[in-house]
């Protein structure tokens, strides 16, 4: 009688921290909702920097706030909730800051599958938690479309002036993120959370 009670127990026990460590849908919705006001900060300070440089200084200008003003905004995103904040693309302008993890690759694969399926660009999002040899993590991504502004320094070289190649090939050695064109997708806003 005490083997069984202890053998229920224990059973209970796992049973209260197999209950922990599976999320509920509303904690998913509440992740994804702060992930998804997280990321959408972080590309409303992006969109407004780069605005502004484009439209007073012109893409040379541009060019460089993508390679140090945009890093720290996402490192401050970061630092302000805690939780890892990026971007990432299939084809990385640096590849030392925008290469994409297994899952992020998947994720943007997924997002090109859906925008040819008719979705709208700027709506495609994904979240999910997901087991990682560091850890349980909630994942979220929101896809960045190419907008009209991009193409002057991620569009076609052909049509880019001499002095964006020039400080791209400079500034970005291993650049593969030029040929877009509006609307395709470019990559996305990632986060990571731990939980």
Same mark, same amino acid.
């Given at each position: ?38 990321? $959408? ?14 439209? /007073? ?41 925008? $290469? ?34 560091? $850890?349980? /993590? ?8 190419? $907008? ?23 500034? /970005? ?23």
């Amino acid at each position: 009688n005490a083997v069984r009670m202890a053998i229920a127990a224990a059973a209970m026990s796992a049973g209260v921290l197999h209950a922990q460590t599976v999320p509920a849908p509303a904690d998913a919705r509440r992740l994804t909702d702060e992930a998804r006001k997280v990321a $959408g900060d972080l590309v409303a300070q992006i969109r407004a920097e780069l605005s502004r440089e484009l439209e /007073y200084s012109g893409p040379m200008r541009a060019v460089i706030v993508c390679k140090y003003t945009v890093p720290e905004l996402s490192s401050n995103a970061s630092r302000k909730s805690g939780w890892r904040v990026s971007r990432v693309s299939l084809r990385p302008r640096n590849p030392a800051l925008g $290469g994409a993890d297994a899952w992020e690759q998947k994720t943007l694969l997924d997002f090109e599958r859906r925008l040819v399926a008719g979705e709208k660009a700027d709506a495609l999002e994904h979240s999910e938690f997901v087991t990682e040899p560091g $850890g349980r /993590y909630f994942r979220f991504m929101k896809a960045l479309p190419t $907008g009209p502004l991009c193409v002057s320094c991620h569009g076609p070289a052909e049509r880019m002036t001499d002095a964006v190649r020039s400080l791209l090939a400079t500034e /970005y050695p291993h650049d593969r993120a030029t040929g877009f064109s509006a609307g395709q997708i470019r990559g996305a806003v990632t986060i990571k959370r731990p939980l």
